[in-house]
């Protein structure tokens, strides 16, 4: 453990004083184009703030460009820099998974969790464009390291404001539109077991011809369109769309899922209600209509901030034996800055089944699952685009049939950075200017 809090430690180092000896135009996208602190979108990044959901949800306009965009015509603009940053987490975890009865070793691995590229910006009054392409990312399970040809996000985004509302439409790779942000947006490094909750997954059962991690999840980007619109005056907003129900993957197998959400700010808090239907989450062999459905809230104060969710899942037919299922997923996360750079952040979860047996129709599934975790942990903003974080997560997933428990514990501590190394070039209208000097 001391020996990957050094090396952690050393690695904070070292991109800091690269940072530190870089020019301040060298900080990611938009804080680059609109000469802003990373602080003015952002509580610790890469998590929104209200400043940074307004400006999200004005399509990426409405803050004057400091550097002056190139103009192709009358409605197309490009950014006048270059809108590129790398995003980069890597660090250290410690962790072990034990089952009553069972011997069970500690593991310890160097982690790049991701190493991404961002590109944004404005194309014009109405367009926008957003790209998180991550390169690279550590399996955690088993410490091996994948590599990755299609984006987490890449999409194109139309922004009106027609009668007092704000409208969007987007065409791409995106995330869901989850009461909180399942992993772009997400400040802690432990993703959100009930965003990973899968009929599949909880049963330990794969049907016939299809692999569980192929079968899409809430936490998984899609790839889709998405209309939705927002009206500042009262609160009241509304987000449609259809996915293509692959999760990232250009193969499309299953059927396209059709999902709503509605939400009511009131002030800088907002409730919501998530609903979303896909008529075939398998895409092989026998069919399986899938229904999530629940509530989410969102308190935020200067200091102290709560997020929940609530998801009710219904499958009707995980295994491929003609039975239904449903399972529920919740967590409580709680945010507390007690500075303006160090945030301390604490969530517990817990996600169960109903009583499942396939038994009588042929299958050899019988469950009723019991999930938990409880994770904890205190983020260091040491520069506005590099932090160090660390977190600690216990859990526990219980099989109540067969009454066998597993227990598991980790330990994670990261540097994580959003940055771009060169200089970017200068505005086009500066280039004019000095190929026009003699």
């Avoid at 550590?138 to 994948?146: A, C, F, I, R, S």
């Avoid at 987007?170 to 990973?196: A, C, D, I, K, N």
Wanted: net charge negative; proline share 7%; charged share 20%.
């Amino acid at each position: 453990m001391q020996r990957a809090l050094i090396r952690v430690m050393l690695i904070a180092a070292t991109v800091s004083a690269l940072l530190r000896s870089t020019p301040a135009a060298a900080i990611p996208v938009f804080a680059r184009i609109y000469n802003k602190p990373c602080g003015t979108c952002h509580t610790l990044f890469p998590q929104l703030n209200p400043q940074g959901e307004n400006f999200r949800a004005h399509g990426f306009h409405g803050l004057p460009a400091t550097v002056e965009p190139i103009h192709v015509g009358s409605q197309l603009e490009l950014p006048g820099t270059l809108p590129l940053a790398v995003y980069l987490g890597t660090g250290e975890d410690l962790g072990r998974t034990h089952v009553r009865g069972e011997p069970s070793p500690t593991r310890e691995h160097f982690n790049l969790q991701f190493l991404s590229l961002l590109a944004g910006g404005e194309l014009g009054p109405h367009l926008a464009f957003l790209v998180d392409y991550e390169l690279l990312e550590t399996e955690p399970e088993v410490g091996t390291v994948d590599v990755y040809s299609l984006p987490e996000q890449a999409y194109l985004q139309a922004h009106a404001e027609p009668l007092g509302w704000l409208g969007n439409l987007r065409l791409g790779w995106f995330e869901l539109p989850l009461g909180v942000s399942p992993r772009v947006h997400r400040l802690s490094m432990q993703p959100y077991l009930t965003y990973g909750l899968s009929g599949c997954g909880l049963l330990d059962h794969s049907p016939p011809g299809v692999r569980c991690e192929d079968v899409p999840v809430p936490g998984e980007a899609q790839i889709g369109a998405e209309l939705s619109a927002q009206r500042p005056a009262s609160g009241f907003g509304w987000t449609v769309g259809t996915t293509n129900g692959s999760n990232t993957r250009l193969d499309d197998k299953a059927s396209p899922d059709l999902y709503l959400r509605v939400s009511q700010a009131m002030g800088l808090h907002e409730i919501g209600f998530f609903l979303l239907y896909s008529p075939d989450v398998l895409g092989k062999g026998p069919k399986d209509h899938t229904l999530r459905l629940g509530p989410d809230f969102n308190w935020y104060t200067r200091r102290f901030r709560a997020l929940a969710q609530f998801l009710a899942d219904f499958e009707s037919n995980p295994t491929g034996r003609s039975k239904d299922l449903w399972y529920y997923g919740a967590f409580l996360e709680t945010e507390y800055r007690l500075t303006a750079a160090i945030l301390g952040l604490m969530r517990a979860e817990y996600a169960w089944t109903s009583n499942f047996d396939d038994t009588g129709n042929g299958g050899a599934t019988r469950m009723r699952r019991r999930l938990w975790a409880v994770t904890g942990g205190a983020q260091w903003l040491v520069l506005q685009n590099l932090k160090l974080v660390a977190e600690a997560t216990y859990g526990e997933n219980r099989e109540a049939v067969s009454d066998r428990t597993s227990g598991t514990w980790s330990v994670t501590i990261r540097a994580v950075t959003a940055f771009w190394a060169l200089k970017p070039p200068f505005a086009i209208d500066q280039w004019s200017d000095r190929e026009a000097a003699p």
